[in-house]
């Protein structure tokens, strides 16, 4: 008796997504091959050293644990089979133009924090965060575990009902400012759907689901840097039989007659029986696809919101700084107004909020001894034209208000500065106009409204990643991996 041929499946893209999809797909017995333009894995989360420092290069917060664990517990592994997680405490600190709030990982202390500040909050915050805490054990264990492909798929009398229940079709915003009336409390629980790529306003409700992942299930650290989890897919993939291709800019994906026969790189043809593209959606549909085989016009890409894009630093400080903790939020300037350059009026912005993380306050290995890893990022407007005179405007704008707040001397001991902006995350991963998280998390760019998993035009042609279903962040970005994963072996009877 014959044995059936193996499948051969492309992977396109070393991120999250894609080291995710490769392990899924390989799991199932099929033989993957993975193509990656850059010289290592890792995507956004790559990492570099430099005069004895660690740098990761993108994201810098560990959020939903259990997403990873249970992702690692799939495959008959552990995340502490390749890395040590420690959680943060204090989870982060926000700091105000005249005050400060230190965000405590304790969520008891929290609601003590809520209530000083103004009496009753408390009372809301332990029912709101009740609310979320089904908001995201529906959502992050239903919804977005859907392939998205039709409504059908929610046409389920259960998670009909949780869709009200997790209010799908409300915004954030009324959520919380109806009942919450101080500045600096709005700010703190408003902070976590920045990360979504949207002002709270235009943000579904359903994603106070972050603030669940943020103060109950807390702020985490994998020692050794953010980079041990892409290194840890890495390792799993291997073991798993992934075959990796680093410096393999993939040019073209082969279709005829509507189906995908294999890719070209280094302009050789090379033979797959499907391809997963967690490459950026925008340029595998407009790069490596001929036009009769695109799903989406130039006018839809247009007209579709993007979350920011970053102006971030890297910098080596031969010094301790005092007054900062692993993760710290400058919100010394007006939040609408920074919001307004980033999403309705797209410009640099003269005032801007911005992020630091210093790893190394958790972290010795990161920094030589003695010294600080800082991480400075400040979300642009995707799309924007980069400029060097607007860059050192702001690098000084932060450079100055670290030292304010520090009462230190950080300039003249900055050992080492290196940068990265909106052309730059285009050059490293084609990212559509330069954008860092990829699409915002609106209503309208939500489920099935998001760019679909499974190619309409191409048989055999799937896409991951932060520009599809279920959308920015680390552990959508895995999901999204997985699930086109398993939609790509169902379809092939795998």
Not at 212 to 219: E, K, P, Q, T, V
């Amino acid at each position: 008796m014959l044995m059936p041929e193996t499948k051969k499946i492309a992977v396109i893209g070393a991120g999250i997504s894609g080291m995710a999809a490769a392990i899924q797909l390989a799991d199932s017995g099929t033989e993957v091959s993975l193509f990656e333009k850059n010289t290592s894995f890792g995507g956004r989360g790559q990492a570099f050293q430099k005069e004895g420092f660690f740098f990761d290069m993108g994201p810098s917060w560990y959020w939903m644990p259990d997403v990873f664990e249970d992702f690692f517990n799939e495959f008959g592994r552990k995340t502490s089979d390749y890395f040590d997680l420690v959680r943060l405490d204090p989870s982060y600190q926000i700091l105000y133009k005249n005050d400060r709030l230190v965000v405590p990982s304790n969520i008891e202390e929290t609601y003590k924090l809520f209530e000083s500040i103004e009496p009753g909050s408390a009372v809301f915050l332990k029912k709101f965060l009740h609310q979320a805490k089904l908001k995201y054990e529906t959502g992050m264990k239903e919804f977005v575990r859907k392939p998205s492909l039709s409504w059908f798929e929610y046409f389920d009398l259960r998670l009909l009902k949780a869709a009200f229940q997790i209010e799908l079709f409300k915004s954030f915003e009324k959520s919380i400012f109806n009942h919450i009336k101080d500045y600096r409390l709005r700010q703190l629980v408003c902070f976590p759907v920045l990360f979504l790529g949207a002002k709270p306003a235009d943000t579904p409700a359903l994603y106070s689901l972050m603030n669940y992942a943020d103060l109950i299930l807390g702020s985490w650290y994998p020692m050794g840097g953010m980079h041990k989890l892409f290194e840890a897919l890495y390792h799993l993939a291997l073991e798993k039989g992934v075959n990796f291709h680093f410096n393999s800019s993939v040019e073209k994906i082969n279709i005829v007659n509507g189906k995908v026969t294999g890719l070209q790189i280094k302009n050789q043809s090379h033979t797959f029986d499907a391809i997963l593209s967690a490459a950026d959606y925008h340029h595998t549909e407009t790069v490596l696809i001929d036009p009769p085989y695109r799903q989406y016009s130039n006018a839809y890409w247009e007209s579709r919101k993007l979350s920011p894009s970053a102006l971030i630093f890297y910098l080596g400080i031969s010094k301790k700084l005092d007054s900062l903790l692993h993760h710290n939020l400058f919100f010394k300037s007006d939040f609408n107004q920074h919001a307004e350059s980033i999403y309705d009026y797209p410009a640099w912005p003269e005032d801007p909020l911005f992020y630091v993380c210093v790893p190394s306050k958790t972290d010795a290995s990161v920094a030589p001894a003695g010294m600080e890893n800082v991480f400075i990022l400040i979300p642009l407007a995707a799309g924007l034209q980069d400029s060097k005179k607007e860059q050192d405007r702001l690098f000084t704008f932060a450079i100055d208000h670290l030292e304010k707040h520090t009462g230190q001397s950080i300039l003249e001991h900055i050992v080492v500065n290196e940068q990265m902006s909106i052309s730059d995350f285009y050059s490293a991963y084609h990212s559509f106009k330069g954008n860092a998280y990829g699409l915002s998390n609106t209503l309208m760019q939500t489920a099935v409204f998001k760019p679909r998993i499974r190619s309409k035009k191409v048989k055999g042609l799937y896409f991951a990643g932060q520009l599809s279903h279920p959308g920015p962040g680390l552990p959508p970005c895995l999901i999204s991996g997985q699930i086109s994963a398993i939609q790509l072996l169902k379809d092939m009877n795998l």
